[in-house]
């Protein structure tokens, strides 16, 4: 790759958007070689949406079929020119093809220390909940590569936060997503760049 070429990323996303937003902010200062180019979204409501149409950056809304089909995947991202993949709050499990198509060059953030509290059925709230009940000392984020299992990618980035008796699954959520807001960024720069 030259020095000009623009990296340019997909965000996967189905919910509110923060992480995707954050995410957003850090590269539209044009620092490092990488856009966000599109965001897909698998549920016409989510937040998102908007969030992505406020930084005048195009959204696909597809259905589980369409992100299904290998034909109309691809070519989306083709259309687009998307070399990586950004799961930020994604609540759909990929299909083989896709994360045969980017071997890789598909990221996602997960809110606890994996292995510890990952597979299906185990995001947002569902971890905070079971790390609290489990009145574990410390929990994190864990950045990873996605493969064909839940939570089972070759993992890039780990980052703690100590937890104490008057935690709450509220007040962990607050803890993680402060670590979200400050390593996603940085991990998705790094490894998009090759600086990693």
């Known amino acids: 790759m030259t020095q000009s070429t623009i990296y340019n990323i997909a965000i996967f996303a189905s919910g509110n958007g923060s992480n995707a937003e954050n995410i957003i902010r850090h590269f539209s200062d044009g620092h490092a070689p990488v856009k966000v180019s599109l965001i897909v979204c698998n549920r016409p409501q989510a937040k998102v949406i908007q969030r992505g149409e406020n930084h005048d950056i195009p959204v696909v809304v ?34 083989d093809f896709l ?42 984020i864990t950045i990873h590569y996605v493969n064909e299992e839940y939570d089972k990618g070759e993992i890039i980035f780990q980052a703690t936060v100590s937890l104490t008796a008057d935690d709450t699954p509220e007040s962990i959520e607050d803890k993680i997503h402060s670590l979200e807001k400050t390593h996603f960024p940085q991990v998705i720069e790094s490894v998009v760049t090759g600086s990693k």
């Open 62 to 95: 597809m259905t589980r079929a369409e992100i299904n089909d290998r034909d109309t995947m691809l070519n989306t991202l083709r259309q687009y020119g998307i070399s990586h993949i950004i799961l930020a709050g994604f609540m759909m499990m990929l299909p």
């Open 99 to 140: 994360i045969q198509a980017y071997p890789d060059r598909i990221i996602n953030v997960h809110p606890s220390l994996l292995p510890k509290y990952g597979g299906k059925g185990m995001y947002g709230r569902h971890v905070h909940e079971s790390v609290y009940a489990a009145q574990e000392p410390e929990t994190g």
